[in-house]
Nanobody
Framework: VQLQASGGGLVQAGGSLRLSCAAS??????????MGWFRQAPGMEREFVAS????????YYADSVRGRFTISRDKAMNTVYLQMDSLKPEDTAVYFC???????????????WGQGTLVTVSS
């Protein structure tokens, strides 16, 4: 699975951004996949943000973003979205999308990664 992330940028605290992750590959693969968003701030480890089961649509969130971020997928467009509302300066990071056939929240269980997109939240 090839992944292409986009949508990052500079936003003030309290604002919103929507990230997109376009996926390509054999269509039958997607039904077994979990698609996830992770982020990595400077000097920090990559951390889980949110994930979604492609087939069932079940969603999972890190405690730090639950209630502010929403992950969704558009099967027709083979795209996963991360709607980020009420952004805080501590959300500043490079955001990555990833695909997994084995895990839900652990970065090392995700086999395919897109390039990152930078989100900067100013105070």
């Amino acid at each position: 699975v090839q992944l292409q992330a986009s949508g990052g940028g500079l936003v003030q605290a309290g604002g919103s951004l929507r990230l997109s992750c376009a996926a390509s590959g054999p269509g039958r693969i997607f039904s077994s996949k979990v698609m996830g968003w992770f982020r990595q701030a400077p000097g920090m480890e990559r951390e889980f943000v949110a994930s979604i089961r492609w087939g069932a649509g079940t969603t999972y969130y890190a405690d730090s973003v639950r209630g502010r971020f929403t992950i969704s997928r558009d099967k027709a467009m083979n795209t996963v979205y991360l709607q980020m509302d009420s952004l805080k300066p501590e959300d500043t990071a490079v955001y990555f999308c990833a695909a997994s056939s084995r895990g839900i929240t652990t970065p090392r269980m995700f086999e395919d990664w897109g390039q990152g997109t930078l989100v900067t939240v100013s105070s």
